[in-house]
């Protein structure tokens, strides 16, 4: 019988040891009275070390004593022991109705404890970007690398006008399909692996701009392919608004401008005629660029001005402005004038040489007037600078790079320059980036009075005298043809002011050649028209100029020596507003 109960109880300890938890059990004083080995290990002691001694010296914050002082089981605690975290069931033992002791099953959750925190971890990374692509202004859409849709945002949403429930679950190769979008960058990105942008066009008609990234995983397989979204109609929309403002701006800024009457050099500019009003609006757009103008006219229209205008409204305002007058130069004089040459280049030059003026406008601007009088020599060298923006001086094998915005005038017709070879047609083409067209004076008649009384006050001011025009000279000076244009004009008002001996410059005053021959010079180009279709034009240009200087019927009828009810027919009649 007790061999029987020795195998039994080998038997029971066996079993006992084979469990996987830990298993401690104590007797009614808190003393350890079994153990099985992973209890053992847990503890890190061996079993003669553990078996009788108080559970409390094992384990300080044990609660096996209190479950059985209280005699109620306990499920599911958590203790720490060892630096691992176990869950522990405690249980009386009983024996017939005797507790003899408590019992505490134990189950290692360290590993599930990580795991639950990374899951945390991971559950508040997966918020935090969800909250990301949520507030994003742009439009999200991810798929997997099977292009499969997996999730799309709210500006995807408020962009395109596609719900996410249309198109989450679905694939891009279906979508594609059903008309949904007529192509996807999502399938382009799966073929080449790569980063991809394109135009795309949606069912409800809007046109997007759409760019894909794929996301490898270990093995450099396509995870996921996430896609920007942007409304290229928005941004057209606000390219629009951005460009009418500022042209707007410029606008306001050419009618301060004009209503001052200066510039920023002091030269004062009449701009009455609105074909010169709308050219100097032109060239102060064209003072914002960089392009290269071609300035064209007669001879004496002022295309110097309309280039400092350009110039001085620009961003190289601060810098040098340097101008030439290319027929007033040989050409072996002009060549080292424009590019300079190096220490002993030639017979009598500098023996530190010379820059020329291309490095002295460096940052600045170069005016090339007379440009058509270039000669073809000098033109290739002109054509590099503008291809390449370097020099060479004369006699040095050094390239010097030079930054200079180049405004070049002329009165010659380059296209037939072109046609007669003494032009080269690649540097026409590229000096003719943007054109302006000066109109001469007789183009612009209303031009003429204002003309007349701002050269009257400019050399009264310069000569300190108080000299006026007698009308009879004023309409005579009307009905000229000004073949010299605007510089004929000044030059005429300067000496009138000059020689007259009087303050009031009169008929008599005038150059002998304006005589009654010149005066009918414009006759030139009447046509056909009868006597009372001429004198209708002078007289409608005539009211048309007193007009504008003087503003009221009254005071264009003292002007003109006749009553203000004879205006007021004759505005009536040519059709002119006071």
Known sequence: MTIFLNEFSDRVKALFDSIHNPIIAIDTDGRVSACNRAGEKVLGLDPDSIVGRDLTTLIHDSRLFKTLKSGKQELTQKIEIGGHTFTSNRTIIRVKDDIIGAVAVLQDISELESISEELEHTKRISAELGAIIESSFDGIYVTDGKAKTLRVNSAYE??????????????????????????????????????????????????????????????????????????????????????????????VEVELRQLRGTLHRGNKIVLRSKKMQDLSKTALRLSHVESTVLIQGASGVGKEIFADLIHDNGPRRDKPFIKINCAAFPDQLLDSELFGYAPGAFTGAHKQGKIGLFEAAQGGSLFLDEFGEMPLKLQVKLLRVLQEREIYRIGDTHPIKVDVRIIAATNRDLEQMVSDKSLREDLFFRINVVRLIVPSLKERPEDILPLIY????????????????????????????????????????????????????????????????????????IGHRSLVEIMDDVERSLLTQVMQQHKTTRKAADILKVNQSTIVRKLKRHGIKP
């Open 158 to 251: 408020r962009i395109t006008g596609i719900k996410r429930d249309e198109v989450i679950g679905r694939t891009m190769h279906d979508l594609v399909a059903e008309g949904y979008f007529n192509e996807s960058v999502t399938l382009k990105v799966l073929e080449t692996r790569s980063p991809t942008s394109l135009v795309q066009k949606i069912k409800t008609g809007k046109v997007l701009m759409v760019t894909g990234n794929p996301f490898f995983d270990e093995q450099e397989n396509i995870d996921l392919v996430v896609t920007n979204v942007r409304d290229v109609s928005e941004l057209h929309r606000l390219q629009e608004q951005l460009e009418t403002s500022e042209k707007q701006r410029l606008e």
């Open 454 to 525: 701002h050269f009257l006050e400019k050399y009264n001011h310069q000569y300190r005298l108080s000299k006026q025009i007698d009308q009879q000279v004023i309409s005579q000076l009307l009905t000229y043809d000004w073949p010299g244009n605007v510089r004929e004009l000044e030059n005429l008002v300067e000496q009138l002011v000059v020689i007259t001996p009087g303050e009031i410059i009169t008929q008599k005053n005038l150059p002998d050649h304006w005589g009654y021959e010149t005066n009918l010079s414009h006759l030139s180009s």
